[in-house]
């Protein structure tokens, strides 16, 4: 009965407060399918026509190129050490004051989108703290809740959900590994068998309050406890065979992690982009050709969540990193090009859109990115490279002014490691670990530029051959590995921890 009073008190609340708001002062809010959010992106662009993009079906009539030999339509990249009036960047200071920003402008105008002059802030509040094991190691969890500002356009809210975990047996501050995912308490505290009776009797009267009948069934079994424990986590049990789980080797090594919720920042479809932090901005409106995607909505949720990190005492703000795996790949890329403030990234199977190359063509291509079904990721002006009719005529993946060897390159000095698996394993050749590697190649020469190491071989992209997998390219802050795994950046945690500890030049000390 008590929860269902509370339940009805919530609703009452909610309905009272949209009731409170006087919708007729605010623009309408659009309601778009997919589709039609995609039709008024080409209408506003003139597009008549895109190109299909390619199967992933090897077998199917369309299916994706996977011959090398026609994958370089356009074999030269843009010279990522050249600026726009064509003179070479031969000093830090060109770098950071003339070619960087010139390709910040490029990859905003037309690859990933514009942060709004306008974006409201965010207020982060701590909802749980709850002191936990993890496997072996003592940690204290907090779930987190960042309440972005909606007085502007209170139509729409935006709740950015995150989880810090940070070890208890180490002495603070920690590094912290910031992690694209669902975030969840991980093995939250329970209740003593003291209070858990406490618990059950008080349980027991609501049932019996609410259901009469209940009486006589508690009466039946007198020993029954409707709340028992779950199985607690046992710190003192052997580890088990294999690689501990990510968060595990993390913790053991010193470092924390915080899971971010992309989901609760912009949804992953073109229909959710009047809402979210992307519909917020846009007060519910369909967005412009240069208004920011999907890729660059996540990667700024990140930077608000670095921002609570940065408050946190616990967390050594200047040793943060940012992870994730494939389209969650691409948007740590984009969050560690864009926010200076990350120290390493850990970029994995991040393919077209990532750290593969826009104008190679194999397997997923620029029209995958194009067609409904992606298009949300990229700012809305990317379309034109999947366009086969329109008042500009046919563009390709060629006509793009940058490519994501300068993207990689926006990350440098900082460590930037970048993950694959193998197609035998599940990461597909749609991926184009080959395009990801020539990118890699064709970004050391900045690293190297602001006196950074790159994978330690020539410039050469054209010429470069990827390694075998399982060869570590891990001496310097640019970081290539090719594990034996599937679509995961799982098998790589165990070369990435101590790789990121060591150029992060941190040394664990136990708490006392």
Not at 56 to 62: C, L, Q, T, Y
Not at 373 to 393: D, I, Q, V
Not at 462 to 477: A, F, R, S, V, Y
Request: charged share 20%; with cysteine.
């Amino acid at each position: 009965m008590k929860t269902k009073i509370l339940l009805l008190l919530c609703v009452c609340v909610t309905q009272s407060l949209l009731a409170q708001i006087d919708s007729s002062r605010y623009p309408r809010l659009l309601t778009f399918t997919t589709q039609q959010d995609h039709d008024n992106m080409k209408q506003q662009l003139g597009i008549k026509k895109l190109r299909p993009g390619p199967s992933g079906n090897e077998s199917a009539p369309n299916h994706a190129n996977y011959d090398e030999s026609i994958a370089n339509p356009c074999p030269q990249l843009p010279d990522v050490l050249t600026t726009q009036n064509g003179k070479k960047v031969n000093s830090t200071d060109m770098w950071w004051n003339q070619r960087r920003p010139e390709l910040i402008e490029a990859f905003e105008k037309e690859v990933y989108g514009r942060i709004p002059k306008n974006v409201p802030k965010v207020n982060w509040t701590v909802k749980i703290t709850d002191r936990e094991f993890v496997g072996r190691t003592p940690v204290i969890a907090k779930q987190l809740v960042g309440t972005v500002d909606n007085s502007a356009y209170p139509l729409i809210d935006v709740n950015i959900n995150m989880v810090l975990v940070v070890p208890t047996n180490v002495k603070g501050p920690v590094p912290v590994l910031m992690m694209f995912g669902r975030p969840s308490l991980p093995a939250p505290a329970q209740p003593s068998p003291d209070d858990l009776e406490k618990i059950n009797t008080a349980f027991k009267e609501m049932m019996i309050q609410s259901n009469p009948e209940m009486k006589a069934i508690f009466e039946k079994y007198p020993a029954y406890s409707p709340i028992t424990r779950l199985p607690a986590p046992n710190p003192f049990a052997p580890p088990p065979a294999g690689d501990l789980p990510s968060t595990e080797q993390l913790l053991a090594a010193g470092w924390g992690y915080a899971t971010i919720d992309p989901s609760s920042i912009q949804a992953d479809n073109g229909a959710g982009l009047t809402r979210g932090i992307i519909g917020l901005t846009n007060k519910g409106q369909a967005r412009k050709p240069d208004d920011w995607g999907a890729l660059r909505a996540w990667a700024w949720g990140a930077a608000r969540g670095l921002d609570y990190l940065e408050t946190e005492p616990s967390v050594d703000a200047k040793k943060v990193g940012i992870e994730g795996v494939s389209r969650y790949g691409k948007g740590a890329l984009v969050a560690l090009a864009f926010e200076p403030r990350f120290a390493v990234g850990l970029i994995g199977s991040s393919g077209k859109g990532g750290t593969t190359l826009h104008r190679r063509v194999f397997g997923e291509a620029v029209e995958s990115l194009t067609g409904s079904g992606e298009y949300h990721w990229m700012a809305g002006n990317y379309l034109k490279y999947g366009t086969e009719e329109s008042s500009f005529g046919t563009k390709t993946g060629c006509d793009l002014s940058v490519d994501s060897h300068e993207l990689i390159a926006l990350c440098a000095p900082r460590l930037t490691f970048i993950s694959y698996g193998i197609p035998e394993k599940g990461d597909a050749r749609w991926l184009d670990q080959n395009g990801s590697y020539m990118a890699t190649i064709a970004a050391g020469s900045v690293f190297k530029l602001l006196g950074a190491k790159d994978l330690g071989v020539s410039n050469d992209y054209k010429n470069e051959k990827m390694p075998p997998m399982l060869t570590d390219m891990l001496n310097g802050e640019l970081a290539w590995r090719q594990h034996d795994g599937g679509h995961t950046d799982g098998p790589n945690y165990k070369h990435f921890i101590p790789w990121a500890t060591k150029f992060l030049k941190y040394e664990r000390q136990n708490a006392q």
